[in-house]
Nanobody, 120 residues
C-alpha cells in the first residue's frame, strides 16, 4: 500500500557531509510525522530527527547543530542533511513515517535502510 524509498548514504571521511532522502508513495491520504532513525551494530535503533506535519522538529542531542531534517510535503519526501560527520555516526539509517492511507487507516511505515559509514 505504502512504500518508503530511501536514497543517499555511502562512505565519507570524518568531517564530511552526506544527504539522505526518502520518498513515500502509494495509497497516501496524509502524512504526519516523518523521521530518520539509525541503528549501529550491536546497538538499539535510535531516533535521529523527526519533523511533524506542522513543521515542528526534534533532534537527538548527538546530532544537534550538525544534522538538518527537512520535508517537501508536495513530494511526500523527507531529507536529512548530515554535516560534520563523525565515525560514531556510522549506522544503517532508516526512514520512518506515520501515514493515513486512503482507506483512512493510520499506520507506521519503515524504509529498507541505507548504510552510512564514516571513516576516521
Amino acid at each position: 500500500q505504502v512504500q518508503l524509498m530511501e536514497s543517499g548514504g555511502g562512505l565519507v571521511q570524518d568531517g564530511g557531509s552526506l544527504s539522505l532522502s526518502c520518498a513515500a508513495s502509494g495509497s497516501i491520504f496524509s502524512i504526519h510525522a516523518m523521521s530518520w532513525y539509525r541503528q549501529a551494530p550491536g546497538k538499539q535503533r535510535e531516533l535521529v530527527a523527526s519533523k511533524n506535519s506542522g513543521g515542528g522538529t526534534t533532534y537527538a542531542d548527538s546530532v544537534k547543530g550538525r544534522f538538518a531534517i527537512s520535508r517537501d510535503n508536495a513530494m511526500n519526501t523527507v531529507y536529512l542533511q548530515m554535516n560534520s560527520l563523525k565515525p560514531e555516526d556510522t549506522a544503517v539509517y532508516y526512514c520512518n513515517a506515520h501515514i493515513t492511507t486512503r482507506d483512512l487507516r493510520w499506520s507506521e511505515y519503515w524504509g529498507q535502510g541505507t548504510q552510512v559509514t564514516v571513516s576516521s
